[in-house]
């Protein structure tokens, strides 16, 4: 009987095998240890910690912003910024940072974790306070910042394009919380989500209660159709997404008018091509809607102008970050 050599796996950073096997988690060197902001300090990602009491964690009740760094540039920082304290502002919350002083502090943390390319979750929560509801028992709401990376959606759909269904989940109506504020209570996005996922789909059109369309679980919807580009209006019930607005701008560039309209799913079965817009989406086609195909069931030609000139875009487009 001959016995096989014998050799030492090499682990992976997650404490798995390269063959699957468990092994106990190594450190990592300090240095390459993720870093993760809390309120000014910047700390080991397994030293990360808020309380149990924290109103973001008991309610949902914050707000925060999803922000794509592009080879060593922030994109529309400026923008996500001021959308994030309208955010806070439109909740009766105060950040306890100058915009000046949360941009530096994204910026550091971005350098801290050496990202060239990758995602930044900016997190305000309520803070600290009691087990009951009211927010002006939590003295000073806590500033989080995370960089990392992040993948929607499976690498093969943004060349084939995603499938979607139409979620029964409706989108809150503004009368009840403005669409414009980006909550930490993702609730009502979640369970259409689940919806998607369930029907064997990666991304679902959300109707406002009126049965117009007003965006996917978390992008911003377009439709062409004989050339011309077509969104829902903000007041449909959408998020005015920061992508969405790039996207805008390009169409113009690209010689193609984008107009704003109430669309219902018919505008959707009969479109030539639909896209999605977001942060953390990017640009991505998407070919069937409730298993119906939209155009031909193939990313069309618009769809292919925007995603090459947004994807040209982020290349100079962002606030710089200074690597240490």
Do not use: W
């Not at 096989?4 to 096997?21: E, Y």
């Not at 117009?212 to 007041?235: Q, R």
């Not at 069937?288 to 000139?309: F, H, S, Y």
């Amino acid at each position: 009987m001959v016995e096989a050599a014998c050799f030492t796996p090499r682990p992976v950073h997650d404490g798995r095998l390269i063959s699957g096997i468990p092994l106990k988690r190594l450190p990592l060197p300090r240095s390459l240890r993720m870093k993760i902001h809390i309120d000014g300090q910047l700390l080991d990602k397994e030293d990360a910690k808020i309380s149990v009491f924290d109103h973001g964690l008991l309610y949902g009740d914050g707000v925060f912003e999803g922000i794509r760094i592009y080879h060593g540039r922030i994109f529309r920082l400026t923008a996500h910024l001021k959308r994030l304290y309208e955010s806070a502002r439109s909740i009766c919350m105060e950040i306890p940072i100058s915009v000046e002083e949360m941009e530096k502090a994204t910026l550091d943390t971005v350098a801290a974790n050496n990202l060239q390319d990758g995602y930044i979750r900016l997190v305000i929560t309520r803070g600290v306070g009691s087990l009951g509801l009211n927010p002006f028992q939590c003295p000073r709401p806590s500033v989080i910042i995370i960089a990392s990376t992040i993948s929607l959606y499976p690498a093969e759909r943004y060349e084939k394009g995603l499938n979607l269904i139409t979620c029964a989940t409706r989108r809150p109506t503004p009368a009840a919380l403005s669409p414009q504020v980006k909550s930490l209570n993702y609730l009502n996005n979640v369970m259409a989500k689940i919806e998607a996922i369930q029907a064997g789909c990666e991304e679902g059109i959300m109707l406002n209660e009126q049965g117009y369309v007003a965006e996917c679980t978390g992008d911003n919807v377009f439709v062409a159709k004989n050339g011309k580009v077509y969104t829902p209006p903000i007041s449909a019930g959408g998020l005015d997404g920061i992508t969405r607005q790039a996207v805008i701008e390009i169409l113009g560039q690209l010689g193609f008018s984008c107009e704003e309209k109430m669309m219902t799913r018919h505008d959707l079965f009969t479109a030539d091509e639909c896209f999605l817009t977001g942060t953390a989406a990017e640009v991505i086609p998407a070919v069937q809607l409730d298993r119906r195909l939209i155009g031909d069931g193939k990313p069309g030609p618009i769809t292919a102008q925007v995603v090459a000139a947004f994807r040209e875009l982020v290349k100079h487009d962002g606030t710089p970050v200074t690597y240490v």
